[in-house]
């Protein structure tokens, strides 16, 4: 089960690459000029294979326009390397760099998202037990290791996904995903069955949150939406498990798979930054509230000082990137 979320999760991204490609394309007004190397690299982008695959008939060492745009692109092959000249050092030739000028790459902006910035402190990385408070009940529940708070997270997520969307209620999502579990291969009790087991048995108690009847009556919802704005030379960046559009305006809503007492001073980070990328993007921005789905505790948090959050967001950026 968790092998389909990583491949839906690969889907996502090829997606958002593919929108990328988009603007990319029609931002040029009269010509577009693609260069490709012979062969991708091990950590490209997959814009080339898209590109290639769509809009160019690849033959062996011939390359044409794909059907339909034969009068619209134009191929120029690169010419054959020339061998370097041989001279005396003495006699090479040197460049009067005086009037160049250093070259600034304005196009390229370093992303920063939350969890960059947060990424010191100490439970970001912890493997931790929900459930159960100590190793011998693990083992008397016949489970041998710890969970692993990615995975619970991820299949809590992709559960609650499409809640709010085109009419779909918690019940319909608790339904399907027991049906998931219940047609998964039987056999010995594996980690992913007793993970989403699990998830589901914790899930299934928040079916009448009055946060879960909002994103059900919402006027709109989107699920892993991402959002960004620029910052001087950083881009800042943000995916957002649920934004809702409620008679106030806009609500974000971050799920967390933890009980309320887990509360950290960088989960309200997390919330304000997603608040401060999210202005301007939307009409009106009401708040964000972490939903905390072990115990149904939630914390609404506001963003009333945009230059003081502004101010502190520098100065994390430049403690991470010198630190």
Do not use: C
Request: charged share 30%.
């Amino acid at each position: 089960m968790l092998y389909r979320l990583e491949e839906k999760e690969w889907e996502r991204e090829m997606e958002e690459e593919k929108r990328s490609l988009y603007v990319a394309a029609t931002r040029a007004s009269d010509m577009l000029v693609i260069t490709f190397s012979s062969r991708s690299g091990k950590n490209t982008r997959p814009w080339r294979d898209l590109v290639l695959k769509n809009l160019l008939i690849s033959n062996e060492d011939i390359v044409l326009p794909a059907s339909g745009f034969e009068g619209i692109i134009e191929i120029l092959q690169a010419p054959p390397p020339i061998e370097p000249h041989s001279t005396n050092p003495e006699e090479a030739i040197s460049l009067d760099i005086e009037y160049i000028d250093p070259v600034k790459i304005e196009a390229f902006k370093e992303h920063i998202s939350p969890t960059i910035l947060t990424a010191t402190d100490k439970d970001i990385q912890d493997r931790i037990i929900f459930g159960y408070d100590t190793y011998e009940e693990i083992e008397a529940h016949k489970v041998n290791k710890a969970y692993d708070r990615r995975d619970l997270g991820k299949l809590a997520h992709h559960i609650l996904e499409p809640l709010g969307e085109d009419g779909r209620t918690f019940a319909e999502l608790i339904d399907a995903a027991e049906i998931e579990v219940h047609e998964a291969p039987h056999g010995e009790l594996n980690k992913d069955r007793l993970t989403y087991t699990y998830v589901l048995d914790s899930l299934r108690r928040l079916g009448n949150h009055a946060l879960i009847k909002e994103i059900e009556a919402s006027e709109d919802s989107k699920a892993e939406y991402r959002i960004m704005r620029p910052l001087e030379k950083y881009m800042l960046y943000g995916r957002l498990d649920k934004i809702i559009l409620t008679s106030e305006g806009w609500k974000i809503i971050d799920y967390k798979f933890a009980d309320s007492k887990t509360h950290k001073e960088s989960y309200e980070f997390q919330m304000k930054f997603y608040l401060y990328i999210a202005r301007g993007l939307f009409d009106s921005i009401k708040a964000a509230e972490i939903f905390y789905l072990k115990d149904g505790g939630t914390r609404e948090i506001v963003l009333n000082n945009i230059q003081e959050f502004e101010g502190h967001l520098q100065t994390k950026i430049n403690e991470i990137l010198n630190g």
